[in-house]
């Protein structure tokens, strides 16, 4: 029987490693819709995560974020968004910065984001997979929202999402 337990624990160990591999190679929100569909409950997402790694995937999700930023809808807009993200291990903080016409993500707090948006893990993640609309979510109670609301409002315009619109993120 402990044969039978090491070799369970080996094969968690290769799905774990390939759960990182898989989020090591997101480059979509496409392929990240992908990866949601497959996880199914927000729980099993959160246990995934948890895996993996919530910084890896995080730092994923918000590196990829200045790929998806349409600079020509921002105009001269700019402003720092920090988001703060409730994860199985404790409230995470991220930022995106956009100025000068690019969106640059990152991991940390910052002391005078212009917007600050709470949200879950499972449910940033739907929103930068274009899976979940940003404002629906807010008046759904699922986004907390504060400092400057229209530019918060406005955020869903600035990315694409590759699912016929555009959402705030990836």
């Known amino acids: 029987m402990a044969e039978d337990k090491v070799a369970d624990d080996d094969v968690a160990d290769d799905d774990v490693a390939g759960l990182r591999e ?42 990829l974020m200045g790929t998806r930023f349409l600079a020509g809808r921002a105009g001269r ?53 274009g899976r979940l609309n940003g404002v629906s979510a807010f008046m759904a109670g699922k986004i907390k929202l504060s400092g400057d609301m229209m530019f918060g409002a406005r955020l869903e315009s600035l990315f694409d999402n590759d699912a016929g619109g555009s959402a705030t993120g990836t």
């Open 22 to 63: 898989l989020v090591g190679r997101i480059s979509t929100p496409q392929e990240l819709r992908q990866v949601l569909d497959a996880v199914g409950t927000d729980d099993e997402l959160e246990r995934i995560v948890t895996e993996v790694g919530c910084e890896a995937v995080l730092d994923r999700v918000f590196a």
């Open 77 to 129: 807009e700019s402003g720092i968004v920090q988001w703060n993200i409730q994860t199985p291990d404790g409230l995470r903080a991220y930022h995106v910065t956009i100025a000068e016409g690019t969106a640059v993500g990152g991991r940390g707090a910052v002391e005078r984001p212009r917007t600050t948006l709470t949200v879950s893990t499972p449910d940033v993640l739907r929103i930068c997979s």
